[in-house]
């Protein structure tokens, strides 16, 4: 229908806009970009771990733990149930609390993975994504900077949301990952992209690529369990590619990696700093 076709123009509109330069490129006075495994955490008695992390991660946001709500960009949101729910409740119809369910792993020791529904991540409310980087395609377009990763053998470039400094956030770890010399050349060519308001296959779910916060790197370095005709549920292993440096910048400045879920997407990486600093607290990290 008519929608769709915008929808459609607009994400051709981005992709040419992205290609000639025309998206501005990410501005460093706008945000100091943050190492969320050195930023000292709070000393906060009696707050939860979730609490911590939600509220460290994005500016502006509060929660109230006696209310359950989160408050961001002047919306209120249920932080969701606090019974138990199944894993595939969790991932169909999430709540911002069914976000933090599974602790995302901060090693990179893939064999956690490979337990059945370990998708630390993959669970999104979409609500909330919406209430931080815009409601509507137009929206999130209308936020949307360049970063770029400068190689030996070229730029790429990738066109990310200016809210919350995701943007900036890539930029940092485009330059460490960069600065690691032209090895890691080849995982930033044949890029998947960056912003795509689009429904992750086989669901009726947005993917985080549609709120301006996730990129693809090499598809045909990173493995994608759809592309691998895996069962859902039980994937089992996949031959990663993707390098732990690599993977260890991205994840410092706030992205998590597709590779360490059991349903792989090891091209993918997703701004989700509350994840990382959750992960911390959980594992009882008071420090860099």
């Not at 050195?38 to 502006?60: K, N």
């Not at 991540?121 to 900077?145: I, P």
């Not at 919350?164 to 770890?173: E, K, P, S, T, Y």
């Not at 990663?240 to 910048?249: D, G, M, S, T």
Request: glycine fraction near 10%; charge should be neutral; aromatic fraction near 10%.
């Amino acid at each position: 229908g008519c929608g769709k076709g915008k929808r459609m123009l607009i994400s051709k509109l981005v992709a040419l806009s992205l290609s000639l330069g025309l998206i501005p490129s990410a501005s460093s006075a706008a945000c100091k970009p943050r190492d969320f495994m050195a930023l000292p955490m709070p000393d906060s008695p009696g707050r939860s771990p979730m609490s911590e992390a939600l509220e460290l991660a994005y500016d502006g946001l509060t929660v109230n733990e006696a209310d359950q709500t989160v408050t961001i960009n002047g919306q209120t949101l249920a932080l969701g149930p606090s019974e138990p729910r199944s894993v595939r409740q969790r991932l169909g119809d999430s709540s911002i609390a069914d976000q933090f369910a599974q602790v995302y792993p901060l090693d990179f020791d893939l064999t956690r993975r490979l337990e059945p529904w370990f998708d630390p991540g993959r669970a999104r409310n979409d609500v909330f994504f919406r209430s931080v980087y815009g409601n509507t395609e137009a929206q999130v377009a209308g936020t949307l900077q360049r970063a770029a990763y400068k190689g030996q053998n070229g730029t790429v470039r990738f066109a990310m949301s200016a809210r919350q400094c995701v943007v900036g956030q890539l930029q940092a770890a485009l330059d460490a990952i960069a600065a690691e010399g032209p090895d890691m050349d080849r995982f930033l060519e044949n890029p998947g992209g960056s912003f795509n308001w689009r429904k992750i296959a086989g669901t009726q779910r947005l993917s985080a690529h549609s709120y301006g916060i996730a990129v693809d790197f090499n598809t045909k370095l990173g493995g994608y369990w759809r592309w691998d005709s895996a069962s859902e549920g039980a994937v089992g292993d996949y031959n990663n590619a993707y390098p732990e440096q690599l993977v260890r910048h991205m994840e410092r400045f706030g992205f998590i990696w597709g590779g360490k879920w059991h349903h792989y997407d090891g091209m993918h990486f997703e701004y989700r700093p509350e994840l990382i600093l959750h992960a911390r607290r959980m594992a009882g990290l008071t420090d860099g």
